[in-house]
Structure formats: structure tokens, C-alpha cells
């Protein structure tokens, strides 16, 4: 699929449990995790009951996700973790429209800054988005990845 001009891309929140839910799950772990010969675990899992899921549809598919995590410090502070796309649709703007969408809910809910442990490989889709390097490379899961922060009440 070259184009997703002709179909209907739709972005809603994802229940947990649901169906959608565990489709969820398998993007993630398929993108995420057994590219680096891992499994997504009730580790990365135990927490979703407590985040927002953010999914992307293509014609009702769920084809990428994001989830969001209230942290307790800093107050008014959110996480953005488990960011995923399948393979044949990315770098065709559904990252963006997921990132943008899952931003302006959080506004919604008293959300002031935003931060993400972005692997190294989108530190650029991240920049372009308004997010801001906040540390040194580090790795997790074998990957490096860097902090990112942006602040949602600039502009």
C-alpha cells in the first residue's frame, strides 16, 4: 500500500481487555520486540488497565498503537510508551497523527509535559514533533534509546 488515500483511517482509544486490545499487543510485540529476539511480557503488560491506548485503523484494522502513562513525579507529567506502527505503513504519517491525537487528549486531561524513551533510530520523528533531547544515550533491551521531553503548554 502506497497510499492511504483511499481508505478510511480512523484514531480511537482501545479498551483494556478488549479485542482491539490484543491486537495491540501483537503489533507491539511483533514491531517492537521479536525484531531483537525478545517477547512483549506480562512485565511490559501489567500496567495497561492504568494508561490510555491510542490505536490507528485502516479501513477497521488496527494497523499502530500508542499508550500514555500518568507519572506520580513530575505532577502533570506523562509518559508516551510502546509507539507502533506495522512495517508496510510507516513513514506515511500515521505516527504523527497517533502522537498529535494522543497530545491533545492529554491536554484534556491536565497534562503539562510529555516525556518518552525514544530509540535512537526516531529521535528524528520525535524532534520534528516539538520533543527535545533530556539525556545521554542509554540502552534498553539491547537498543539505544535517548529521553525525550516536550512541554504542552508552549504555543
Known sequence: METLSDHAITLRFIDVPSLEYQAACKIRDDILRRPLGLRLSQVDTKQDYEQWHLGAFVDNKL?????????????NT??????????ALQGLGLGKRLMQTMEEHLKTQACQHIQLAARITAQGFYEALGYNTASDIFTHNSVEHIMMKKHLNEA
Do not use: D, H
Not at 63 to 75: D, F, H, I, R
Not at 79 to 85: G, P, S, V
Open 63 to 75: 494497523v499502530g498503537c500508542v499508550s500514555a502513562a500518568k507519572l506520580t513525579e513530575p505532577n
Open 78 to 87: 506523562y509518559q508516551i510508551r510502546q509507539m507502533a506502527i506495522i512495517n
